[in-house]
């Protein structure tokens, strides 16, 4: 009998951890879905699928670019957009390598972290909120807050009222040319990764037309007095 209720009560517990875990998924689904309506993203229901859902917001967010600019590193796109499969290959990796395996998948997650923190920061630029350095690291510790943060921005937001692919607006953190990881570009200071941003220039004053010149009163009253003599 005291193994029946071990059992019991074991499987009531995972019971409602897979709750936990599907509401906790459904949140964050329900919010990518939103922003993707948002910004008018071709497939919106990408956010529902694990992995998928981080290559659509990314594409969302950068728009159609073939580099982002990470902390200063002109990284290719298709790296970042692809970061779920990224980030679980390197964590399998990383738990074979003897001794040191530890110490390198936590080093993954600390990457893991600052790139997701970008991302969500710049997600929430993109919605007209944007968001300090630490609360991203935050939200991105605790999912959920990260999760609920952006389901309440885009569900604000008039889904359709952006264009992903035609944004004129230029995030914040690709501005940034130099960066702690711009020595990956081979200088210090390289390209801009994704979009091309250069300041306005001023437009240019017109000239104003030159007037005709007036003729010379004093010589065309002499040649006539000539002619008339």
């Known amino acids: 009998m005291e193994e029946m209720a071990v059992l019991a009560t074991l499987g009531g517990f995972l019971i409602v951890v897979f709750l936990i875990l599907i509401a906790l998924y459904l949140v964050d689904a329900i919010a990518r879905y939103k922003y993707l309506k948002v910004r008018s993203y071709q497939n ?8 998928a859902n981080i290559y659509a917001c990314v594409e969302a967010t950068y728009g159609p670019v073939n580099y982002i600019n990470l902390y200063g590193w002109r990284a290719p796109s298709t790296l970042i957009k692809l970061w779920g499969i990224v980030t679980y290959v390197l964590s399998i990796v990383c738990n074979q390598i003897p001794y040191i395996g530890g110490v390198l998948s936590l080093l993954v997650t600390i990457i893991n972290i600052a790139v997701l923190v970008q991302i969500f920061r710049d997600m929430m630029e993109r919605l007209d909120d944007p968001q300090t350095l630490g609360f991203a690291v935050l939200a991105n510790i605790i999912s959920i807050i990260a999760s609920i943060k952006l389901l309440t921005t885009a569900g604000s937001r008039v889904a ?56 010379a009163q004093n010589s065309t009253t002499d040649d006539t007095n000539q002619n008339q003599q």
């Not at 919106?44 to 992995?51: A, D, L, V």
């Open 160 to 215: 359709g009222s952006q264009n992903w692919q035609a944004d004129p607006r230029v995030l914040e953190s690709q501005k940034v040319i130099d960066g702690p990881l711009s020595f990956m570009n081979g200088s210090n200071g390289g390209a801009q990764a994704g979009y091309t941003y250069t300041a306005p220039e001023a437009p240019e004053a017109p000239v104003a037309p030159e007037a005709p010149a007036a003729p």
């Open 44 to 51: 919106p229901w990408m956010g529902f699928i694990p992995i």
